[in-house]
């Protein structure tokens, strides 16, 4: 082979496997860190050593002894994995007060009974009077299915909620959120890391709603998905389904293939059939341009209209407890049902 032919292999070879190596104690720094321990000096002093001792092969593999160095950090990361698979999730936690509970129902023919619906009375974020209670609907009076949208960052990240609306005027919202325990704070990039257990709560529109519009301040919009009648059926059904089951066998949230959004997709293609992959079911701020392309929002008027008439913050934070809050916070939304 021609020297320079030869040496130009081996040097990409060897910024190849660099890159591997870069990866590998990246994955591994994060890894250590959101999982090793709740100690924060636990967690730096793993993390830290994790990065030295990539580093070290790092360098062994530069200086001519490329063969050693990545056997050493492939054992490291073989020993590493071991443990990242053994890890599982659980229901046995301090968990948050909002999450303490999770939803579970019993479906009796056309009536189905769901325990811990949460209806929290929110004053602030720290102030609030818990409240968890058992409700019973009717399936033959569901009416309608709206996807409630909460946005606190930028166009592309939001919060997906989905409400069931009966005969009656009774309405009970289904969220699936990271199931927090006390004192830990959300991280997008800790979702990649298996930091926070799934959770599935059922709750009243004046919890769930007005904690995002008037605690948080987040915008939120409401749409109105037009969907036929077996398909609300089912999909309520899917929600008791998955919530029970997430009962019964905890889960961990993923960033990406576990969240709000994929899991309601999930559900939808088993009822309705393949749907299209879009980048939107990653960005979850983009879900109704999404819906709106598939032909699950009301076509005759434009997304930029639907979504302005959806705009319920401002009706919301008008709105007391003892007032018609479902109903009042729908004024102006076009009710196809």
């Known amino acids: 082979m021609h020297p320079t032919l030869g040496t130009f292999l081996h040097a990409a070879g060897l910024a190849l496997v660099s890159v591997v190596m870069l990866l590998c104690s990246l994955w591994g720094a994060l890894a250590l860190w959101f999982r090793i321990s709740d100690e924060r000096a636990l967690k730096a002093l793993s993390a830290a050593s994790w990065a030295a001792f990539g580093a070290g092969a790092l360098l062994a593999a530069w200086r001519g002894h490329a063969a050693a160095g990545v056997l050493a950090q492939a054992l490291a990361m073989a020993v590493l994995l071991t443990w990242w698979l053994r890890l599982r999730p659980t229901h046995a936690a301090q968990w948050a007060d909002e999450l303490a509970q999770l939803t579970t129902g019993v479906v009796e023919g056309n009536r189905v009974t769901i325990h811990n619906v949460r209806n929290f009375e929110w004053r602030t974020s720290a102030d609030y009077t818990p409240a968890w209670e058992t409700r019973t609907y009717d399936l033959d009076a569901l009416r309608s299915v709206d996807m409630i949208m909460s946005y606190w960052r930028g166009p ?51 919890d769930v709603i007005r904690l995002r519009t008037n605690v948080r301040g987040e915008r939120v919009h409401l749409y109105r998905l037009q969907i036929p009648p077996a398909a609300k059926r089912s999909l309520f059904l899917g929600y008791v389904g998955e919530a029970n089951a997430l009962a019964a066998r905890p889960r961990f949230y993923n960033t990406i293939t576990v969240n709000c959004t994929t899991l309601v997709y999930q559900m939808m293609q088993r009822i309705v059939g393949r749907l299209p992959l879009s980048y939107r079911l990653l960005f979850s701020g983009y879900m109704p341009e999404y819906v709106y392309r598939v032909g699950g929002l009301d076509n005759a008027h434009s997304l930029e209209e639907l979504r302005e008439r959806g705009y319920i913050s401002e009706r919301a934070k008008q709105c007391t407890r003892t007032q018609d809050f479902s109903r009042r916070i729908r004024d102006g939304i076009c009710d196809s049902r």
């Not at 009774?170 to 257990?197: C, D, L, T, Y």
């Open 156 to 206: 592309a990240i939001a919060h997906m909620v989905v409400s069931f609306g009966f005969r009656d005027g009774a309405q009970v919202a289904f969220s699936v959120e990271i199931r927090r325990k006390k004192n830990q704070q959300f991280s997008e990039i800790g979702g990649f890391f298996k930091e926070f257990e799934l959770g599935i709560i059922a709750a009243d529109e004046l």
